[in-house]
T-cell receptor
């Protein structure tokens, strides 16, 4: 149990669908992150939110839209995705201090058909 | 930006010691992390180095040389459960929440 939960754990969607991924952290952290993990590639940072404000957008296509209503919840809204977007999407949270590690959720395995 | 290099795979014997290396080229540096990721699971934190030297935590130790852009993770008394991917990650000095990960080293521990 990591204190960071993600739903759904698995998602299959067509290219014309709209879906949302949800992340919730119960650790009292201030910063939350979305990462993409594809086979044989490093974890790719997508977005960072600190105290609900977006501080990083790592050149992510607009078909991915993040939302952070409060410091405990983070969403990733998906629309008109491409098959190459199929991957494991990981949410993480941390305190807003340099030495503090990130705690990861179990991820959502996304398949775009 | 950051460029991080790690070996793709390693194999070691149960009970032995293994060293996993990580080299990085960065435009800024504010700390290096090691994470462990078992297949199908989330990464979990192992260690953090920001100053040169060795940090020891039980069977795991991590070393950093900032001048050489080099780190290693040392695993002692290997156990079968240590079979996992080990991810090296560097924090950028520009934004302390921006962390760049290497591709990871898949370690297989054999009897």
């Amino acid at each position: 149990e990591t204190g960071v939960t993600q739903t759904p754990r698995h998602l299959v969607m067509g290219m014309t669908n709209k879906k949302s991924l949800k992340c919730e952290q119960h650790l009292g952290h201030n910063a939350m992150y979305w990462y993409k993990q594809s086979a044989k590639k490093p974890l790719e940072l997508m977005f960072v939110y600190n105290f609900k404000e977006q501080t990083e957008n790592n050149s992510v296509p607009s078909r991915f839209s993040p939302e952070c209503p409060n410091s405990s919840h983070l969403f990733l809204h998906l629309h008109t995705l491409q098959p190459e977007d199929s991957a494991l999407y990981l949410c993480a949270s941390s305190l807003d201090r340099p030495s503090y590690e990130q705690y990861f959720g179990p991820g959502t395995r996304l398949t775009v058909t | 930006g950051q460029n991080i290099d790690q070996p793709t795979e390693m194999t070691a014997t149960e009970g032995a010691i293994v060293q996993i290396n990580c080299t990085y080229q960065t435009s800024g540096f504010n700390g290096l992390f090691w994470y462990q990721q078992h297949a199908g699971e989330a990464p979990t934190f192992l260690s953090y180095n920001v100053l040169d030297g060795l940090e020891e935590k039980g069977r795991f130790s991590s070393f950093l040389s900032r001048s050489k852009g080099y780190s290693y993770l040392l695993l002692k008394e290997l156990q079968m459960k240590d079979s996992a991917s080990y991810l090296c990650a560097v924090r950028d000095s520009g934004g302390y929440q921006k962390v760049t990960f290497g591709t990871g080293t898949k370690l297989q521990v054999i009897p």
